[in-house]
């Protein structure tokens, strides 16, 4: 696993697998695993991409599935596809048609204001719910993914960043759509990867020393999940980028097939029996594998060949698979569940700036293609731009010059619109989505009629634009489609060839020696000769970009600004609502908590036996049923107010009860605890006067009386209580006791001795020294 180093002490990103059926969660924080998957709240590390509605009241993910079969009209699986598509698009009448959308899509004309500028539909959740645009949707499960992705952190961070995986089947408007819904949910998106990469980053991070030994490896990745199936053929290599060649989707392979049962009911207790048996059966007898042919590459090539999604668990798909690539064994060296969200998870930390990654790159494929169109030009060709299959991002640029002369590029315009194409002033460019690269139905993909209308641009005013150069070679407008599949329109210009004057350098050197060698009147000759020649100038050629104004755009831009703000103001209303809904489901809990644990305590107890009256007990257990009976009727959905109210009257009288019986617990304890404290306290005070002979008489006089004032108050209390009943008024509290005893306890810490007097300084004792012993000498003979 790479490593991964973050520059912020609470940096947190997601990664999130937003499939047909399931979610999956990746949280790249430091301080912990790196990238690691989230579990929701029931412990699951994949989590039920559905969404619906109880009433007004909105739910996600494992608390839909529990309550869709009630009423599956209110519920939707599946949002990813929805979104960019309006409701007349076969995918959507595809999924009404065989009953797996069951949410009422709105038509048209009912699709709110007429400036709408997003081909999603609304979903008619009910008369309590109202309507929500496919975006708000799917909004609504990124927001629950950074609900329990901030759940996971630890730090009480809320990820800002994400990574969404889109598939490749999803076109320009459906990307859009994807990427309004980030925004929708106040997420940064940092970019959209395709499963097919994904899962090759998740592979190839772990074998850099296999790639770098053996050389190139092909690796074929095959991605079936409920909605369709995807074949990404990847190739590895430790000395250039790491790239997906090519890639296919079939988008029925692999769905779940229609039903024609009509009860809604049933339809969705036959849906989750499916979903069990999946896991075991499998009814997809044959599938189609033109990836390999396309690319040139035969089984015996790949390295290998990874299973992904729910399919890798089906024996009866791995046994066709197997077959199909000549009854070789396949892979299992990934997490068929997780390997394409722990891949977004690396894509997000590469992406993101707040963190370090150990080099790598990913170069991915265009999903689809793009061609243009000239509007209202005879005879115009639809011609192809961006081509399906090449290496993302994407720059292109759509020449135009040829239409506006008669199909020459001039070189000099002579004057003012001269050489133009009669009519010519403005020239419009309609961009189509073209075939997908990786759809195996390329015949119906590669039909013109299917093709979708991205938008309309118009050049506007070129008559006087093109007037005002001589030298214009191209007139364009610029496509571009980004890392994650986005394509933009940057734009138009010109691009106008100038004559640039400039100086020569040798001239003036030849100028400055012919003045110094010249002397006399010659030197003023000479000097005004190299001056001249200095001057000389010529010209050069340059090409420079002149912008041209155009008008139009997408047809579905996406959400505008004001669309953008009233989408968050649906999502803020609907979390506010969720906010209260769980502050009263807090509160009924705790009283329904409270009334169980009180009427077990009330009857069995026996220190409350000891300390209330039966009228006591019998008042209290008729306001705790009065309270259950309300609970589980009149007061089933009412607020947070209602529910504290009930559990604040409760609380008066039984604290009460609670209070007296621990008292009569404690009272026996406390006085036992202060009598061995007084114990102890009393030969530490009687021997102050020894061990701290500075204390004045006086505080050792008060310690004394205090000590002895305490036990003669507790004598008193234990006397009194002892001739009351339980039921009567106590002689003294636990806190009273705990009181009196911290004032004793107080004293036994006298302060310490005093500080001696600055001129008292008491000297340093000065080292003890030794003295070495000399050795005895022996007297010299002259002195005997």
């Known amino acids: 696993m790479c490593s991964c180093v973050s520059t912020a002490a609470a940096a947190s990103l997601m990664a999130v697998d937003l499939g047909t059926e399931f979610m999956k969660v990746a949280l790249v924080q430091s301080g912990r695993t790196p990238i690691s998957i989230v579990i929701n709240e029931i412990s699951k590390r994949k989590t039920t991409a559905m969404v619906g509605f109880v009433g007004a009241d909105r739910v996600v993910g494992e608390e839909a599935a529990g309550l869709a079969s009630r009423s599956p009209d209110s519920f939707v699986t599946g949002v990813a596809d929805l979104l960019g598509r309006d409701a007349s698009d076969p995918r959507i009448e595809s999924l009404v048609r065989e009953g797996h959308l069951r949410v009422p899509v709105l038509p048209p004309a009912d699709q709110g204001p007429a400036n709408r500028t997003s081909a999603?539909?609304?979903?008619?959740?009910?008369?309590?719910?109202?309507?929500?645009?496919?975006?708000?949707?799917?909004?609504?499960?990124?927001?629950?993914?950074?609900?329990?992705?901030?759940?996971?952190?630890?730090?009480?961070?809320?990820?800002?960043?994400?990574?969404?995986?889109?598939?490749?089947?999803?076109?320009?408007?459906?990307?859009?759509?994807?990427?309004?819904?980030?925004?929708?949910?106040?997420?940064?998106?940092?970019?959209?990867?395709?499963?097919?990469?994904?899962?090759?980053?998740?592979?190839?991070?772990?074998?850099?020393?296999?790639?770098?030994?053996?050389?190139?490896?092909?690796?074929?990745?095959?991605?079936?999940?409920?909605?369709?199936?995807?074949?990404?053929?990847?190739?590895?290599?430790?000395?250039?980028?790491?790239?997906?060649?090519?890639?296919q989707v079939e988008e029925a392979l692999g769905a779940a097939p229609g039903d024609l049962a009509r009860r809604p009911k049933a339809f969705a207790k036959l849906r989750d029996a499916v979903k069990r048996a999946l896991r075991v059966l499998s009814a997809n007898g044959e599938a189609r594998l033109s990836l390999l042919a396309r690319n040139n590459v035969t089984a015996g090539q790949l390295a290998a060949v990874e299973l992904l999604g729910g399919g890798s668990r089906i024996p009866r798909v791995k046994a066709e698979l197997s077959a199909a690539l000549g009854d070789r064994?396949?892979?299992?060296?990934?997490?068929?569940?997780?390997?394409?969200?722990?891949?977004?998870?690396?894509?997000?930390?590469?992406?993101?700036?707040?963190?370090?990654?150990r080099p790598f790159g990913l170069v991915d494929r265009a999903p689809y293609a793009v061609d243009y169109e000239l509007v209202?030009?005879?005879?115009?060709?639809?011609?192809?731009?961006?081509?399906?299959?090449?290496?993302?991002?994407?720059?292109?640029?759509?020449?135009?010059?040829?239409?506006?002369?008669?199909?020459?590029?001039?070189?000099?315009?002579?004057?003012?619109?001269?050489?133009?194409?009669?009519?010519a002033d403005t020239l419009a460019v309609e961009l189509f989505e073209g075939e997908r690269a990786r759809v195996a139905d390329e015949a119906a993909a590669d039909a013109r009629d299917s093709s979708v209308p991205l938008g309309r641009w118009r050049l506007e005013n070129l008559t006087a634009a093109l007037g005002a150069e001589r030298n214009v070679s191209r007139v364009a407008l610029h496509v571009r489609v980004d890392e994650s599949g986005l394509l933009e329109v940057d734009g138009a210009d010109m691009t106008v060839t100038r004559l640039v004057t400039t100086t020569t350098k040798k001239a003036l050197d030849e100028a400055q020696n012919a003045t110094v060698a010249s002397n006399g009147t010659d030197s003023t000759d000479a000097a005004s000769a190299a001056t001249l020649s200095a001057n000389e100038t010529t010209t050069t050629p340059r090409t420079t970009r002149v912008r041209l104004p155009i008008s139009g755009g997408w047809t579905t831009p996406g959400l505008s600004r004001e669309q953008l703000r009233a989408s968050r103001g649906v999502m803020t209303a609907l979390a506010s609502r969720e906010a209260t809904k769980r502050a009263a489901a807090q509160a009924k809990n705790d009283l329904e908590g409270y009334i169980l644990s009180a009427q077990s305590w009330l009857a069995a107890d026996e220190d409350v036996l000891a300390t209330s009256t039966e009228a006591e007990r019998e008042a209290f257990a008729a306001a705790l049923e009065a309270a259950e009976d309300w609970l589980y009727g009149e007061g089933e959905a009412a607020d947070r107010a209602a529910y504290d109210a009930r559990m604040e009257a409760l609380l008066g009288v039984g604290t009460r009860l609670r209070q007296r019986a621990n008292e009569r617990v404690e009272r026996p304890k406390v006085l036992a605890e202060a009598r061995q404290r007084l114990a102890d306290v009393r030969p530490v005070v009687a021997g102050w006067a020894e061990t701290k002979p500075w204390l004045p008489a006086k505080e050792v006089r008060g310690a004394k009386r205090g000590a002895d004032e305490l036990e003669a108050w507790l004598d008193e209390v234990e006397a009194r209580q002892a001739k009351k009943s339980d039921l009567e008024e106590p002689a003294f509290t636990v806190a009273q006791a705990y009181q009196k005893l911290s004032q004793v306890l107080e004293r036994r810490t006298p302060p310490p001795a005093p500080k001696p007097p600055a001129g008292e300084a008491k000297a340093p004792e000065a080292p003890p020294t030794t003295q070495k012993e000399e050795p005895a000498t022996t007297p010299d003979k002259s002195e005997l």
């Open 120 to 247: 999603s539909p609304l979903l008619d959740f009910g008369e309590a719910a109202g309507a929500l645009t496919a975006e708000e949707a799917a909004a609504s499960l990124l927001e629950y993914a950074a609900a329990i992705s901030h759940e996971a952190s630890g730090d009480g961070s809320r990820p800002r960043d994400v990574v969404i995986v889109a598939s490749s089947a999803l076109g320009p408007r459906q990307r859009r759509a994807l990427a309004d819904a980030a925004a929708v949910a106040d997420l940064n998106l940092l970019g959209l990867v395709s499963p097919g990469a994904a899962a090759a980053l998740q592979y190839g991070v772990d074998r850099v020393a296999a790639v770098a030994r053996d050389g190139p490896q092909l690796v074929l990745f095959f991605d079936m999940g409920s909605g369709s199936t995807e074949l990404t053929l990847a190739r590895f290599s430790a000395y250039e980028r790491r790239g997906a060649p090519a890639g």
């Open 329 to 357: 064994a396949l892979d299992v060296h990934l997490d068929a569940d997780e390997a394409v969200v722990l891949g977004a998870g690396l894509f997000a930390a590469n992406r993101s700036t707040l963190f370090r990654l």
């Open 376 to 423: 209202d030009v005879a005879d115009a060709a639809r011609k192809r731009v961006v081509p399906a299959g090449k290496r993302l991002p994407i720059k292109r640029a759509i020449n135009l010059i040829k239409a506006l002369f008669n199909g020459e590029a001039p070189h000099v315009a002579a004057e003012e619109g001269a050489g133009l194409v009669p009519g």
